[in-house]
């Protein structure tokens, strides 16, 4: 099982980043797939979850209106496409995948991932 994060980079408040998650090794449209970030000194939060079966999504408050999630069955690969960026959206953003869906997001994606990628660096300047 594999999961990447990609495309995180320095961009300044109000900009846009594109993070791509591609998978390997699972059946990718049975999981639920989720962005979690870690800022320094900070515990990890779960920002977005989407379920590949189905399609349906979960944001959290603080990026709700900005970030948008979803996925490509057949690249087998999630997306995360952030808008309207803020400093408190810096940290490292990891790509996890789980389930069922349900139960990820009704614990606001504080349990249910069985498989995790490495990280991406995501820095906001003001």
């Known amino acids: 099982v594999q999961l990447q994060a990609s495309g995180g980079g320095l961009v300044q408040a109000g900009g846009s980043l594109r993070l791509s998650c591609t998978t390997s090794g699972f059946a990718f449209d049975r999981y639920a797939i989720g962005w979690f970030r870690q800022a320094p000194g900070k515990d990890r939060e779960g920002v977005s979850c989407i379920d590949a079966s189905d399609g349906a999504t979960y944001y ?67």
């Open 60 to 126: 959290a408050d603080s990026v709700k209106g900005r970030f948008s999630i979803s996925s490509d069955n057949a690249k087998k690969t999630v997306y995360l496409q952030m808008n309207s960026l803020k400093p408190e959206d810096t940290g490292v953003y990891y790509c996890a995948a789980g389930g069922p869906y349900i139960l990820v997001v009704s614990t606001g994606l504080k349990d249910g991932m069985d498989y995790w990628g490495k990280g991406t660096q995501v820095t906001v300047s003001s």
